[in-house]
Structures are given as structure tokens and as C-alpha cells.
């Protein structure tokens, strides 16, 4: 089975810049996260998607940080325009879990993006 | 979710049993204690989960207290390739955010 597909894998801007960065969830997966994970931390969640719609996005900062995920499979997370802070590492995750039942999930995760804003 | 405590570091010889010790002493009767770990340039890697009863899979096994407030997993013959970042996760549901700590960075040595 295929795993989380991101790209690019590594992507350098100046700040003011913008940029974006896709995810391919596992096949039949759900639910998407994107995660940003600042050097020497452990990833933090920015964005869930149930299918194509947004189940939390409280922690995105929604004045520079946008995500969608049009027909529930593909994702893009956007940042518009980047600032020195946002130089960290974006983890898109995905799992079977539909939604609607209590089960154990497993969370999947990508290789990451590694963005450095200089 | 819970807060958890775990040891920046540890070390362990190839070969021998690793156990990494986490603390969770404000634990919620519904809440499980998952393990992921993040090797060097990869996303996290699901490990194990535990609601009471210790757990073993192929990877690891995990040993939770009698009254939850602490945990181990045990990697019963660690290899260089287990060096990596583990992390105790504590979560009330099984869907959704996982909150990462800073977890413990395993340095397994010839």
C-alpha cells in the first residue's frame, strides 16, 4: 500500500513570499491533518478534514495560512504571505477513520515538507 | 487531553531491551496513552496503544500501572534503526489531533 505522498520535499522563500504544499492521503482515507512541526518540537496540528470538509482548524493562523481539500482526497496548504517563524517542517497525515463511529485510528503521516524562509 | 512527562534522552545498546518511561499522572479514566515515533527526515510512525491492560504488537510491547499514571514501552531488542524520537501521546478520543510533547530521543549504540 501506498503511503502519505507530499511534495515538494524541501522549498526555500523570503519572507513576504507565498507557497504551497500538496498532500496524497493513503487511498480511502477520509481524514487529512496537516501538522507543522518547528525544529526541536514535536508537530502541532493546524488543519483537519473529514472528506472535504473542515472538522478544526483552530490553531491555523487563518490571516496567512489557508487549506483545502476540493473533493476530499488531494490537499494543498497555502501560506500567503510567510514570515521567519512559519521556517518549520509541514506533516500531512491521514487515516481510515470515517467520522461518525468511535474507533481506533491510526494517523499515517508523510515525509514532510521542509520550509526554510529567509 | 492529559500532559505528559518523558525524559529528554536516553540510551541503549544494540541488542538489549529499551524501556521508555512515561509519566501521565493526571490521566482521565477514558483517555488512552498512544506511541509514535519520529525517525531522523520522517513523519511520525504509529507505535502502540493502551487503554488499561498492557499491550504487545510487533514492534513493542507497552506496560501501563495499575492506577495509569505512568507507562513504559519496551522495545525488547533495540537495533540502531530504533534511534528516533519517541512520543507518549495521552487522548481522550481516538479521532482527531494528536498533541505532541517534546518526546524522548532514543540513541541506540553499537
Known amino acids: 500500500e501506498a503511503g502519505v505522498a507530499q511534495s515538494p520535499r524541501y522549498k526555500i522563500i523570503e519572507k513576504r513570499q507565498s507557497v504551497a504544499f500538496w498532500c496524497n492521503p493513503i487511498?480511502?482515507?477520509?481524514?487529512l491533518y496537516w501538522y507543522q512541526q518547528i525544529l526541536g518540537q514535536g508537530p502541532k496540528l493546524l488543519i483537519q478534514?473529514?472528506?472535504?470538509?473542515?472538522?478544526?482548524d483552530s490553531q491555523l493562523p487563518k490571516d496567512r495560512f489557508s487549506a483545502e481539500r476540493l473533493k476530499g482526497v488531494d490537499s494543498t496548504l497555502k501560506i500567503q504571505p510567510a514570515k521567519l517563524e512559519d521556517s518549520a517542517v509541514y506533516l500531512c497525515?491521514?487515516?481510515?477513520?470515517?467520522?461518525?463511529?468511535?474507533?481506533?485510528?491510526?494517523?499515517?503521516f508523510g515525509p514532510g515538507t521542509r520550509l526554510l524562509v529567509l | 487531553d492529559a500532559k505528559t512527562t518523558q525524559p529528554p534522552s536516553m540510551d541503549c545498546a544494540e541488542g538489549r531491551a529499551a524501556n521508555l518511561p512515561c509519566n501521565h499522572s493526571?490521566?482521565?479514566?477514558?483517555?488512552?496513552v498512544y506511541w509514535y515515533r519520529q525517525i531522523h527526515s520522517q513523519g511520525p510512525q504509529y507505535i502502540i496503544h493502551?487503554?488499561?491492560n498492557n499491550e504487545t504488537n510487533e514492534m513493542a510491547s507497552l506496560i501501563i500501572t495499575e492506577d495509569r499514571k505512568s507507562s513504559t514501552l519496551i522495545l525488547p531488542h533495540a537495533t540502531l534503526r530504533d534511534t528516533a524520537v519517541y512520543y507518549c501521546?495521552?487522548?481522550?478520543?481516538?479521532?482527531?489531533?494528536?498533541?505532541f510533547g517534546q518526546g524522548t530521543i532514543l540513541t541506540v549504540h553499537p
Open positions: 497525515a491521514s487515516s481510515d477513520n470515517p467520522g461518525w463511529v468511535s474507533i481506533m485510528e491510526t494517523q499515517y
Open positions: 487511498s480511502g482515507h477520509a481524514t
Open positions: 478534514f473529514q472528506n472535504n470538509g473542515v472538522v478544526d
Open positions: 493526571t490521566i482521565s479514566g477514558n483517555e488512552y
Open positions: 493502551g487503554l488499561k
Open positions: 501521546i495521552v487522548t481522550v478520543t481516538s479521532y482527531g489531533k494528536l498533541t
